[in-house]
């Protein structure tokens, strides 16, 4: 799976002799790392949901920071992912770095956040990408052509920006979810094979850790 940005040897990353007690603080400091390498987009994690009937689904996500509790993004509770994040709040989430063969991977339960919450996150955004946000119906199917919807949704998106310049308001169901993990796994590739894996599992009271085999 991949191979390391150039002059960047796997030995020089972490060799999890020692288990840190807690996951997240560990999974900063590997995307602090990340950042310090160039890593392209360390953020962009993989978001993989079931439906209540079981049906999965994957798609690419920005998780915004990895905090405390969790990992923060967000999306319309109108999307398809939204609506099936309702429906079964159990996900996972999955980061892989080709420039380092590192891998992180968390399941959990999502959970959504509050106004006050959701709208410093949307107000994170450029006022453009916020704009866009605001007149698009996440996921759902253009009434008109293609062509004829992208061109109504880009002049609504230009009549909001002139409303509210750099202060578009926050869409009611566009809300700041998180991924409170119970299971967290760091992955780091060896061109022996030989693949260093270091599983956290949430128990009463904190984490327990075990090295897996590759």
């Known amino acids: 799976m991949g191979t390391p940005l150039s002059g960047t040897e796997t030995a020089d990353l972490p060799e999890f002799t020692e288990a840190p007690a807690e996951p997240l603080a560990l999974a900063r400091e590997w995307l602090a790392a990340a950042r310090e390498i160039g890593v392209s987009e360390p953020l962009s994690m993989t978001l993989a949901t079931a439906s209540s009937s079981g049906s999965v689904s994957a798609r690419s996500v920005d998780v915004k920071r990895i905090d405390d509790t969790g990992l923060v993004f967000g999306t319309s509770l109108e999307s398809r992912k939204g609506g099936v994040l309702l429906e079964n709040p159990h996900a996972a989430l999955q980061a892989y770095w080709r420039e380092t063969m590192q891998q992180l991977r968390f399941e959990g339960v999502v959970e959504v956040l509050g106004g006050a919450e959701s709208d410093a996150l949307f107000a994170d955004r450029s006022p453009r990408s916020r704009a866009a946000t605001a007149v698009a119906a996440q996921s759902v199917p253009f009434a008109t052509g293609p062509a004829e919807g ?36 760091f992955w780091l590739g060896r061109r022996d094979r030989l693949h260093r894996r270091l599983r956290y599992l949430r128990v009463e009271g904190g984490w327990v850790a075990d090295h897996l085999q590759p």
Not at 151 to 158: G, R, S
Not at 162 to 179: S, Y
């Open 150 to 185: 992208r061109a109504a949704l880009a002049d609504a998106a230009e009549r909001l920006l002139d409303e509210h310049g750099d202060d578009v308001p926050r869409p009611p169901a566009w809300r700041a979810l998180r991924l409170v993990p119970d299971y967290v796994e």
